[in-house]
């Protein structure tokens, strides 16, 4: 059923964001009379699954879901259509318009996946506004796992700075590591303040891990108890606190955990506080060292909501979008960095499907959806040929130079890259299955 929502969410998501750019390679053609003869979502070889005509243009669904097109007439594009090119240039084709024309209708796809993340956050910022946890408010500091203690750092260790740069919201420390340059944190431990500097190489292990190498240490209070579970069986309640186990004087839930995985098959004393009272409680710890609870993970923790009205959400959500661009941006350093080796981790769409929620929840969905329309914004400006980043690259040559790449040349650099595309969508893919299987 998981994979079902989450695939669900994936083809609408793309559905929305591939009508979008495509509309917007439409509309600026239309808006310089230049003929669409075709416009689909997703591919078509061979057969159409849908397909109608309005005016001069075709409109249809493909069944291929990697993308979508519109064809361009008298232009060289993925259809690969030549025979027009035969014939003298008309005035509604691509080739007869002047250079800033074609370089607008070239990057109109690109224009409205920034415009529409734009939008998208917006509109989520008024309807569900923000939820975050202030750095200020970590007051037990953080946790980490065995990847964060290679690096240096210890369960209880608060974050003051990365860079001497001071951050508000927990969620952008993670990602400030990861992506800023020369990479030095600033912790406090046991009320001495230390530097922990970060390499490329452990940045490595930090990629590898495919997992959060640091989280808000917290309490360790009951969220849920699992049906049927020794917990249950025990008595343990929704709410409980621990507070102690085998005589030990224990607080976080890092603690805990650390001392169930140490008397795996065995009975353990606990101490909970429930409501005005104490209660000891014995319980069953299995083999993989749980007991069958889940933790509140903010736990004695304070959030922070922030609501936007509708005028505040503008620069709000625009401000927000183009942090998103700078950070995708910022991304490819790591892609093209051998010592962190993120280039393997490099995924297609089971890697972007498993970005979704399990559960369909439409803040969730439209954030999601946002990010991949800058995700797509960027890539597509890529200068690659068979990418509309491509075509930009030749047009801006022309307008610099004055001179127009041939036909011939443009049809061989189209198919350069279609080689170049599908060698890294079949690597992606690879990558896909063996994180799948392993």
């Known amino acids: 059923m998981v994979i079902l929502i989450k695939t669900a969410q994936l083809l609408l998501s793309l559905s929305i964001l591939v009508i979008i750019h495509e509309f917007g390679h439409f509309a600026f053609a239309k808006l310089f009379k230049t003929r669409v003869e075709k416009f689909y979502l997703f591919f078509n070889p061979w057969f159409s699954l849908f397909k109608t005509q309005k005016g001069e243009t075709e409109y249809g669904i493909g069944w291929l879901p990697l993308g979508g097109y519109v064809k361009i007439s008298g232009m060289i594009d993925e259809s690969m259509d030549k025979e027009q090119l035969k014939q003298e240039p008309q005035p509604h084709e691509f080739r007869s318009k002047k250079t800033w024309q074609r370089l607008l209708i070239m990057l109109g796809g690109v224009i409205m996946n920034f415009i529409l993340a734009g939008l998208i956050y917006i509109a ?32 209880g260790d608060k974050i003051i700075s990365i860079n001497n740069i001071k951050f508000k919201k ?38 590898d891990s495919k997992k959060s190498f640091i989280g808000i240490r917290s309490e360790f209070i009951i969220d849920s108890v699992l049906k049927d579970s020794y917990a249950e069986k025990a008595g343990i309640l929704k709410y409980d606190k621990f507070v102690a186990a085998n005589d030990s004087n224990l607080q976080f839930f890092d603690e805990f955990a650390t001392f169930f995985q140490a008397h795996k098959n065995t009975k353990v004393n606990v101490d909970v506080k429930r409501l005005n009272h104490s209660e000891n ?14 933790a509140d993970p903010l736990a004695g923790i304070q959030k922070e909501h922030q609501d936007y009205s509708f005028l505040k959400a503008i620069p709000a959500g625009i401000k927000l979008g183009g942090e998103q661009i700078r950070d995708y941006l910022r991304q490819f350093k790591l892609i093209f960095n051998s010592e962190t080796e993120a280039y393997k981790s490099l995924g297609s769409f089971g890697a972007i499907g498993s970005m979704f929620s399990p559960v369909w929840d439409w803040h969730s969905f439209w954030l999601m959806t946002a990010l991949l329309s800058i995700m797509l914004g960027v890539v597509n400006v890529l200068p690659i040929p068979a990418l509309d980043g491509g075509h930009v690259m030749f047009v801006l040559y022309e307008m610099i130079s004055g001179r127009k790449p041939s036909d011939k040349f443009l049809e061989y650099a189209q198919i350069t890259g279609f080689v170049i595309l599908i060698a890294i969508m079949v690597y992606a893919i690879k990558n896909d299955i063996v994180n799948f299987l392993f």
Not at 179 to 195: A, E, F, H, Y
């Open 124 to 155: 989520v910022l008024f309807v569900w506004g923000e939820d975050y946890v202030p750095v200020e408010n970590m007051k037990y500091g953080i946790t980490t796992d065995t990847t964060g203690e290679k690096i240096g750092f210890k369960n």
């Open 281 to 294: 409680i014995v319980v069953q710890v299995d083999s993989m060292g749980r007991i069958g609870v889940a």
């Open 170 to 207: 927990f969620k952008e420390i993670q990602k400030e590591i990861l992506l800023s340059d020369d990479k030095t944190v600033q912790i406090m431990r046991n009320g001495n303040k230390m530097d922990i500097v970060i390499s490329d190489s452990q940045l490595k292990s930090i990629i």
